[in-house]
């Protein structure tokens, strides 16, 4: 009742890739400290629901399919995608009125199972467009999910701060030193928070390079990323040579987003749109594979080390050596606090489940 | 002194199958949250003592023999079956008077080890009478043990209510959806609860078909499990054709008893005695294995997901949605509550070791 | 601020084997709750810091060295060895005044680095002398460290103890049962804790007898332990035949020292100098494996295993029978517990990061 999430909840996170939830499957995700359960039904649309009968409290994933309803693997309750109990083989199979399974709406958009965690209806106007990744061919965009043992801020302080780029990534990401000594561009709405850093390379940056007119010789580039509630990380880049503008350059559209399992493990969704051998489906394998990597083997131990070192305490009780470049990133973490604060202050209800106990 | 046991104390617990605890072994295992050591004395006579040394607290367990006392691993103390220090060869060789190892009364029966595990004088008359197990063949009787990691109430709900054995099991205890639509006759007396199941199936259950005059058709069937304190569960079911009375058809007696390591551990253990094929040592192999593999990788499972699906919370404060078939296992737990709050409020003392902290 | 340390601060710990720091790496131990990253400046010299960039809070030992300062992994800032910020390479490379991480004085005596961890001042009086280990031949000395799950003080109870030997350890160092019977002469000083144990026994200890006139006959053996803090303890072992004196029989002078990693983590150091076969290297790695595998396999499992059986209480708390060989180590507990409590009394600030949670 009175407890506090630790989350924003009136918020679209992605629950899942759409690539991984086929249509038999009973798919389960840890979500803001939440079992969920999503799967397609007949018609191959997605659906949420917690992943516990309300009867025992099995988990629905270890049951089957009857239908489009799931029946409960340890005393055969079936539920519908609403969540309501439609098969009762028990006694006289009453069946109890109402929703006794909660149920979580879901968006398909971009690639990503969209979900709503919050008992408020859902509000669809609240999932950002990210329009870009679905246009242009199929194999000129990737997907791809990694699972971290952090607290998801510390993904977002990372994406929303590139100043890291040159200390941990590799030979293709390098900027040769020039985005450091930059200080962002960063601009603030009452939703959203981004920074951009425009500045030259020599070569150009490694994944684009080969892409450009004279790929051993200066071109400009363009970085900005954009942060969006509750966990959205939208990454624009561009590289140019000569007089051509970016928008005729070589470019890529990413977005990170952010979901986290609980207070320590988050799910880390990816995914990349280029303007470039757009139809190269080795090549889009191999770029997806290669993002993966360099999260996992780059970023993420020193995430996780961070986070080992922090002890448990909040970011800004240690009270952090802030620099120039960390701005944008305290600014995402201000305007989450306080959009999770200003819902904690009027919510109620469900919401007790993911308090911090 | 005013903590409050999670356990009830004034009772017998099982503490070991009797062939787990040789002539010269030091037996050692985890009950209502104490180490206990058990060990068989010359005549062969089990007994139980704490397994921590007054004296720096090491495992008696990691000790060894001299004769019937226990010697212990660290400096050399010597114990006897009633706690009492029998040797220190230290200094002038002065011994502590009285006992300063605490002892609990065990009694040995129906092949089990039964330990009384509050500070009250035993009181034999509560250990159940199970004298079934006793008769007859010893080819006719099995006794298995598990170790779950799960609360043991949940092993009650699962025995109590058996309207999960067409879900969770397959062929060999099916009863083809027969019992689940019937409402169980529940008993209680102040100190049982019991639940009986009377229907008819076609074919007979597995485990009795080949034993009855026409395995292919129709027969009888009775099932009836019963309640005492603290975990035991007493199983009958009998299976029979044409006007043959129970009594005289296809039956077997067994015991499912559980005693919590901790509030996430049970030890259960398993004994069953059947009236048919009781000399053959194959078959009763067979049996209790099959007993055993059908909890570990089918029940067990599910009640390990479900426990953690309840995120460390009571059931009862999740508001369950109970069915008709559970009122013997609601019954059962708030006997059992009832029973363990009467003694709280009547109790003192060493109960301190196994609260809750 | 008001937070009471677990530990006594104003005290020398062993951080490290002067061997496990050699000229290039970035050594990282756990110590008092801290991490710590120690190193080696361009003259071979160590250096101690938090091992925690205080920017975002990466281990500094996961980065790189730039001469004698370090770079962090994660953003490529700079640290010297006093902890001031030589280098940032964000903006326009502002520098933080003061110190920004802490530092901690280190000094290297007797094959071992000795870190000093709290606010105060180092007062390097305070390290008490252990001369003896570096007096002699450079193979008759040996290091060796080992990390155990425990309390620190559960090794010194087993180490100002020594009637557990006789229980405890095989041949090599068994007194045949004489030292038990004895009641040990103790002395206490306001700053020290000494026990001391004379006797004979036959044939000598294992250890000395090869090095004695008459391996096989009776020797008067002389034993004192001597602790100081925080966890030091001193121990002297002397075997001679005849009326040959002590200073000219066979004898070894041994360094046991303690550091908590936590609460329930030590690190546990060893050095022992002997005056026979001081020349043979073979020996000399011998005796050190000999104690490293004696106090791993012998003592370290019963010490863990009482910890287990402890349950998180403190020592006093569970009221423990305590023998006439207990006294020693009883004094040393209080005394211990008396500068902890007094240095609490009197200290503020960074305490704070190892406080009991």
New interface residues.
């Given amino acids: 009742m009175s407890a506090k999430s630790l989350y924003l909840k009136r918020a679209w996170y992605v629950a899942a890739l759409s690539s991984e939830v086929d249509a038999t499957q009973l798919f389960h995700r840890r979500i803001l400290g939440m ?1 969920i359960l999503i799967y397609r039904d007949a018609r191959g649309e997605a659906v949420a629901l917690q ?2 009968c ?6 629905l994933s ?1 049951g089957s399919r009857v239908g489009d309803a799931i ?6 309750l079936r539920f519908d995608a609403g969540g309501h ?1 439609v098969h ?6 009453q069946l ?1 009125k109402g929703q ?1 399974v909660r149920s979580f709406p879901l968006i398909e958009r971009h690639g990503f199972l969209w979900i709503w965690m919050a008992e408020e209806a859902a509000d669809p106007a609240l999932l950002p467009d990210f329009a870009p990744l679905d246009e242009g061919h199929a194999n000129g965009v990737g997907h791809t999910y990694m699972k971290l043992p952090v607290d998801y801020r510390l993904i977002l ?1 990372n994406v929303m ?1 590139l ?2 780029v ?3 990534h590799g030979e293709i990401i390098t900027t040769r ?1 020039q985005l ?4 962002p561009q960063v601009e603030e709405t009452d939703h959203s928070v981004s920074a951009s850093w425009d500045y030259s390379q020599t070569p150009p940056i490694g994944i684009f390079a080969p892409f450009l007119p004279r790929p051993e010789e200066t071109a400009r580039h363009s970085i900005r990323v954009t942060w969006t509630a509750p966990a959205n990380i939208q990454l624009s880049i561009a590289a140019a040579q000569d007089d051509v503008p970016f928008e005729q350059g070589v470019s890529q559209y990413d977005l990170h987003s952010c979901t986290p399992g609980d207070e320590n493990e988050t799910h880390y969704f990816f995914a990349t749109r280029r303007n470039h051998a757009e139809e190269d489906g080795d090549y889009n394998r191999f770029k997806t594979a290669a993002m993966h990597a360099a999260f996992e083997t780059e970023d993420g ?2 995430i996780a ?2 986070q ?5 305490e909040e970011f800004f009780d ?1 009270k ?7 701005l944008a990133a305290v600014k995402v973490r201000r305007q989450l606090q306080r959009a999770i604060d200003n819902e904690n202050a009027t919510s109620s209800g469900w919401g007790r ?1 993911v308090a911090r ?1």
Avoid: K, T
């Fill in positions: 079992s992943d516990r309300p009867h025992r409290f099995a988990p270890m029946a409960c693997p340890y005393h055969g109990c009762n083989p028990h006694g006289r199979g109890p006794v302080d701060d100043s890291h040159d200390y941990v030193g450091s000594p930059l200080i131990p020193i080390a961070s080992r070192e922090m002890g448990g240690l952090p050596m802030l620099l120039s470049n960390d489940a106990s």
